[in-house]
């Protein structure tokens, strides 16, 4: 079923026994926000609100709305914690942070138990490749360059999936009604030193000149934001912290890639440097 059809929301709610609502599903991909900024904002503000307006008649015991980093815009130096302004720089972000608002208004309205999580990128096994490091992987496993946007010098934190699973359950169990919590994680690496940390442990060279040969850097994104940096005190006083290192989490994922690439319909459209996509229909009014 689709979070954007009100009449199956509802019925779902009336036939299944829900008592925790997780929302994930949103359209996430940054470079395709700027293609169709509309169905984002259809999917990422409409469809929650179609969802937290569903979860509230139905009286369910907790609501936990999944944001991101990127809706608090970049920093080079200013550590964002979760009363830190919303100043998202592309339609993905402002999407999820106008979502927030809508989520908010129902906490601070009815007093309905919604909790927002913001987190550092995601990765590991089974992710689409359109993102960064399946893509990246995918690409090297076939030969093919890394496409690195602008000068690769934006710095990105990655959290392996395990974590972040950890953290949800984290807060659903202790996670107070109407607070915000960052998932963040320390660990911050440049486009550029991911693209050549995936050639050394695929193409097992650690040869500049011959890491440069498998990069290929072409235009940037109409913006790109150059870090996230996140406090994640509040969760760390939940109980939480990331426990996989990057070096484990990275075999896992490599490994897993080079079995199961080819799973997926249409993965070899998202390999390309930027989005090769259907156009939008846009849907009728409900």
Request: charged content about 25%.
């Amino acid at each position: 079923g689709d979070i954007c059809e009100p009449d199956f929301i509802k019925q779902l709610f009336e036939t299944e026994k829900i008592d925790i609502v997780l929302h994930f599903a949103a359209q996430t991909h940054v470079d395709l926000s700027f293609w169709h900024a509309l169905e984002f904002t259809y999917v990422n503000v409409y469809g929650t609100n179609v969802l937290v307006a569903a979860a509230h008649e139905a009286n369910v015991e907790k609501f936990v709305y999944v944001s991101t980093d990127e809706v608090y815009g970049g920093s080079t130096d200013e550590e964002f914690d979760e009363s830190s302004p919303k100043r998202p720089t592309n339609p993905y972000a402002s999407s999820k942070a106008a979502a927030e608002c809508f989520v908010q208004s129902y906490w601070e309205r009815y007093q309905f138990p919604v909790v927002i999580t913001r987190s550092s990128n995601v990765y590991g096994p089974h992710q689409y490749p359109e993102k960064v490091i399946p893509k990246f992987i995918s690409l090297l496993q076939q030969n093919r360059k890394c496409c690195i946007h602008g000068s690769g010098l934006q710095r990105r934190n990655f959290l392996y999936a395990t974590d972040v699973v950890e953290a949800f359950l984290t807060v659903l169990k202790e996670g107070k009604p109407g607070e915000i919590y960052n998932i963040g994680t320390n660990f911050e690496m440049s486009i550029a030193q991911l693209a050549k940390e995936l050639i050394h442990l695929i193409k097992k060279t650690s040869s500049e000149s011959e890491m440069e040969h498998w990069m290929d850097y072409v235009k940037d994104r109409p913006t790109n934001d150059l870090r996230y940096p996140m406090n994640s005190e509040k969760m760390h006083n939940l109980g939480w912290r990331p426990k996989v290192p990057w070096k484990e989490g990275i075999k896992k994922t490599i490994e897993w890639y080079k079995e199961n690439f080819h799973n997926w319909k249409n993965s070899e459209k998202a390999l390309e440097p930027f989005p090769v996509t259907e156009p939008f229909a846009q849907p009728s009014g409900p």
